[in-house]
């Protein structure tokens, strides 16, 4: 039995196949704008979710929401169907689920503080070194406490609670400056006016939850949605790639080399994920890229230049997919030199005169063999989609997001315990405590100045009482004294 393949055009008549084996070893689609890699990705998308590969894209426009419909007919469609020998062609829906971080266009995807990590987070907020420092303190602490730092308000109240008690804790955790703190919640509050509030939180995205197949066994593609994101927060967008990245390196199992891959994913705008990132961050999604082909899955970065992929991720790309550039600028021409030496040669043309030449739909395009080695570059005219080409409109998409497997799993955010209720409840505990000490002293004073008044009451009441009973004493002395000598004066006849 053959390994499966994904079609993806022909040369001179000739099938050009991406052999599904050689998947993982990733791949790029790069190009103008307008010169069809969106067409692209969605030619990949199928051919994954055909051979029973789950998919995920980042759709930028829209336009990938066309994979949960069939095709239609088209001139243009038979013209280019005409010079590909495609088996089995036939105009058909992907089976789609649809996702989204800033709205109501597909299931909530959403991720927790603790989750993202110190080291991305740091990246999202543009933090320096300091701030970073203070950063990593927070989610120590916070594993130190036993909190969990789910949401913003969760960040926030930590750090706020950090400055607070800054002189506790640095004996531990080293200085924290409140010019740090300051500092990390302006650009938290930065961030949630870009609507990253909604994306931190629980129910968090559940892996599993992109890597199912339908009842035919063809792979789901999930979509996400991000055509507003990208232009309002496009670090959002770039720092929701990495975690995943990063949560499929770490929750998956190693597989090895395999007939097909587990998961596929589709970065568009792929220079997003590198752009200001720092040099440790740099390093550690170059790691990933490296030996997450082990966990069976395959990247393919979109962009419009292959430059805009750093050199160490860039060499590790075994499908490359060219579409047109255009040399217009001394600095284009040094690009178009760059990548017509990245393709191994083909003595037929000269790569670096045909990339400027290519048309609507054609591709400069190298793949793996079975052994592994890139092929020749070859002049590529890319298959038409099955799918439907453009989106879908929004009553489809709301019919879709009804039948999905998903249901309301996602739909409703969830608010547990965490940091921002534990530290209101102590400071709650310590409120009550600081009252309840001012109560007893207060009390205190009073009984304190109660019995004072009451010694002095005291003092003053004896002596008069003395006094009285001294007068008494000397006025019974006296009338007993004239009592007496009356009765004796009467007894013995006195006058």
Not at 41 to 47: F, K, N, S, T, Y
Not at 106 to 126: D, F, K, Q, W, Y
Request: charged letters at 25%; one cysteine or more.
């Amino acid at each position: 039995m053959s390994d499966p393949v994904i079609h993806l055009g022909a040369s001179d008549g000739n099938l050009i196949q991406q052999l599904a084996s050689m998947s993982n070893r990733h791949g790029l689609i790069a190009g103008a704008t307008g010169t069809g890699k969106t067409v692209t990705l969605q030619v990949l998308a199928e051919g994954f979710s055909k051979i029973g590969v789950p998919v995920f894209a980042a759709d930028i426009k829209g336009d990938l929401s066309g994979l949960a419909a069939a095709g239609k007919p088209h001139p243009k469609i038979d013209e280019r169907l005409a010079k590909i020998p495609l088996p089995g062609y036939r105009q058909q829906p992907c089976p789609t689920l649809f996702w989204s971080i800033d709205t109501d266009h597909g299931h909530a995807v959403r991720t927790t503080i603790s989750e993202m990590g110190p080291l991305l987070l740091s990246n999202l907020l543009e933090l320096n070194e300091a701030q970073s420092g203070i950063l990593y303190a927070a989610f120590e602490i916070a594993d130190d406490q036993g909190m969990l730092l789910l949401d913003m308000k969760d960040l926030r109240s930590l750090l706020l609670w950090m400055g607070e008690n800054s002189a506790e804790l640095r004996n531990e955790y080293g200085n924290i400056s409140s010019t740090s703190i300051g500092a990390i919640q302006r650009r938290l509050l930065v961030l949630e006016e870009q609507g990253a509030e909604q994306f931190f939180g629980e129910p968090a995205l559940q892996l599993q939850d992109l890597m199912h197949c339908d009842f035919s066994g063809r792979g789901v593609i999930s979509l996400l949605d991000v055509s507003t994101l990208i232009h309002r927060s496009p670090r959002v967008y770039a720092a929701f790639l990495l975690w995943l990245l990063a949560e499929l390196f770490e929750q998956l199992p190693e597989v090895g080399d395999s007939d097909r891959p587990k998961l596929v994913l589709f970065f568009d705008e792929a220079h997003l994920l590198f752009d200001g990132a720092s040099k440790s961050l740099l390093n550690k999604i170059e790691q990933v890229v490296r030996l997450i082909r082990s966990k069976g899955v395959g990247i393919f970065f979109i962009s419009q230049s292959p430059l805009d992929i750093p050199e160490d991720i860039l060499g590790q790309l075994g499908l490359k997919i060219e579409h047109a550039l255009r040399a217009f600028t001394p600095k284009d021409r040094k690009t178009i030199k760059a990548v017509a030496d990245s393709f191994r040669p083909n003595p037929v043309f000269k790569t670096e005169d045909i990339v400027t030449q290519l048309g609507i739909g054609e591709a400069l395009i190298s793949i793996l063999d079975e052994k592994g080695a890139p092929t020749p570059v070859e002049r590529v005219l890319i298959s038409p989609p099955e799918s439907q080409i453009g989106p879908v409109d929004s009553q489809a998409r709301q019919t879709l997001m009804q039948r999905s497997p998903i249901g309301n799993r996602y739909n409703q955010a969830v608010d547990r315990e965490s940091a921002y209720e534990l530290l209101k409840k102590k400071a709650e505990v310590l409120a009550e405590a600081q009252q309840a000490e001012l109560t007893r002293r207060e009390e205190e004073n009073n009984r304190a100045r109660q019995e004072k008044s009451s010694r002095r009451s005291s003092g003053r009441q004896s002596a008069a009482e003395a006094m009285v009973k001294s007068a008494a004493r000397s006025i019974g002395s006296q009338l007993g004294r004239q009592i007496i000598r009356g009765v004796l004066g009467s007894i013995f006849g006195k006058r």
